[in-house]
């Protein structure tokens, strides 16, 4: 797979997790319960995960390799449950996709990816080792935030979902927004850390299958307890099962396929080549599912557009000299398929 299709199908991915969490909240207003929406999304990954490890002979080998990992102590055995990590975000998706819109929670997440995996490279909690925090690095992730802030200014100076006569106030919006907003900061100071957990089983197992299959499972579980007081007073009565509903259960399916996707992708491009596919078409797809299917709380605006451009040129410039390196390994490791 040549270069250029690799870096499509990373934006395609991209494209998919914002349709994804505009399906979540989707899910979330149907069901009138955020933590019964993320257990149907995070379910439908399960569904697929199992038949996708149970047709598999090697993928069934790498659950049992992964068990046994576990129990024997090739990883600590914690790193089985970074799938509560993944149902945290998700749960958080379907918390606020409706109140803030796909883009606004896409730029608040991807802020908090920044801090994380900038705290961890300089902590030296990845494989790689210690990082020294560079200049250049510091200034993007201080730029990550100034976009996050300018998108987020309409609402704090502005007031109201969509800027009308009877818009709350900015300070009281802040309020309404703010634990909702935190819990997406958290999700996305959490992913780098499950990345790096899962890193370290795939190197135990030598498959990404498996993984997410746990990933899928530990999640699923943890979010069936927080929605069991729902499902109690007949919450699953309300799932959608006419003829045209069944797009309400893509949402797992579209998370599953992207990361499976991006560890062979990874294979040709390198991980920081498709982490910055990945965002931009998040970024990009998450304004066009504003415009196209917005939430009650969507906000195409100015500083919101701005905002994201701003995001990802600041996550270029944090990882200019990684990418360097990364284009320069990927350019030599094409030139010497070709020859």
């Not at 499509?8 to 399906?23: C, E, H, K, P, S």
């Not at 390799?65 to 790193?79: D, E, I, K, M, Y």
């Not at 009877?166 to 927004?177: K, Q, R, S, T």
């Amino acid at each position: 797979m040549g270069r250029t299709l690799s870096l499509l199908l990373a934006l395609a991915g991209g494209v998919a997790i914002a349709v994804q969490a505009r399906i979540t909240g989707a899910l979330r207003t149907e069901l009138g319960d955020a933590s019964l929406a993320a257990t149907v999304t995070f379910g439908s990954g399960l569904a697929l995960m199992l038949l996708v490890n149970g047709l598999v002979r090697a993928n069934r080998r790498g659950v049992v390799q992964l068990v046994r990992g576990a129990a024997t102590g090739r990883f600590p055995w914690v790193f089985a449950f970074s799938g509560l990590l993944g149902a945290f975000a998700v749960y958080g998706q379907a918390v606020t996709v409706d109140l803030v819109g796909v883009a606004l929670f896409s730029l608040v997440f991807i802020s908090g990816q920044m801090l994380s995996s900038t705290l961890m490279d300089t902590l030296g909690w990845v494989p790689s080792g210690r990082h020294r925090l560079s200049l250049r690095r510091s200034v993007g992730v201080l730029a990550g935030l100034a976009g996050v802030g300018l998108a987020l200014s309409p609402r704090l100076f502005g007031g109201g979902f969509g800027g009308g006569a009877g818009a709350a106030p900015g300070a009281e919006l802040l309020l309404a927004l703010g634990l909702p907003l935190l819990l997406v900061l958290a999700g996305g100071l959490l992913q780098p850390p499950q990345m790096a957990m899962n890193a370290v089983m795939g190197a135990a197992v030598g498959r990404v299958e498996p993984l997410v299959l746990f990933n899928y499972l530990i999640g699923t579980l943890a979010l069936l307890v927080v929605a069991a007081p729902q499902i109690a007073a007949g919450g699953l009565a309300r799932l959608p099962w006419g003829p045209g509903d069944w797009w309400y259960y893509t949402g797992g399916l579209l998370g599953s396929v992207v990361v499976i996707g991006g560890a062979l992708l990874t294979r040709t491009i390198g991980s920081l080549l498709f982490t910055l596919g990945l965002v931009a078409g998040q970024l990009a797809g998450s304004l066009v599912v504003d415009a196209v299917w917005p939430t009650r709380g969507a906000e195409v605006t100015w500083q919101v557009m701005t905002g994201a451009v701003i995001t990802l040129l600041a996550l270029v410039l944090a990882s200019s000299s990684t990418l360097r390196t990364s284009l320069q390994t990927s350019l030599r490791a094409s030139r010497s398929r070709s020859s």
